[in-house]
């Protein structure tokens, strides 16, 4: 009988996973990486990394996926902190600042790279309007909410912004 394996140690591996994939893919862009320069930056097994992911896509969108998860919960931190809609925006574009200082040195250059050439990729096409729905349901709640603090005074109402 194998040993039973916790959640949390699941969890974990998948991380350690996806944090060796984010080095491979700063290096190298997106389109090179295969699943031996993960395996190879992992340290672990073919069949461990193979266990938690079937391709080098579903890694890049695992990372894409927490990265927008934590700008989401960035966005919330910054509106509970009390700060105005425009506080709100220029921390944002601050921190937009930053990144574009330091591409180089970031994964910028293979997100782009991921969506420029998968455009006519049908599973890709579907994972990017997926991904702005959920900007979209994260953005609402925020500017209605500065409409209702009177920050924001639209001349439509403000769901018809993102349709």
Not at 84 to 109: C, F, S, Y
């Amino acid at each position: 009988m194998s040993p039973k394996v916790t959640a949390n140690h699941k969890e974990q591996r998948r991380k350690e996973i996806m944090h060796a994939a984010v080095e491979v893919f700063k290096r190298k862009g997106f389109e090179p990486v295969t699943m031996k320069d993960i395996v190879e930056e992992s340290g672990m097994s073919r069949g461990g990394v193979y266990m938690y992911f079937s391709s080098t896509e579903e890694i890049f969108r695992a990372i894409l996926d927490e990265m927008e998860a934590s700008e989401e919960q960035q966005l919330a931190r910054l509106f509970e902190q009390g700060l105005n809609m425009w506080g709100v925006v220029d921390k944002l574009l601050e921190e937009q600042e930053h990144q574009i200082e330091r591409v180089a040195e970031g994964l910028t250059p293979a997100v782009f790279e991921y969506f420029f050439t998968g455009w006519r990729e049908k599973n890709r096409d579907a994972y990017m309007v997926e991904r702005y729905k959920r900007a979209i349901r994260q953005w609402a709640p925020f500017l209605e909410a500065a409409v209702e603090r009177g920050e924001l005074q639209p001349r439509m109402p403000v769901e018809s912004m993102f349709k």
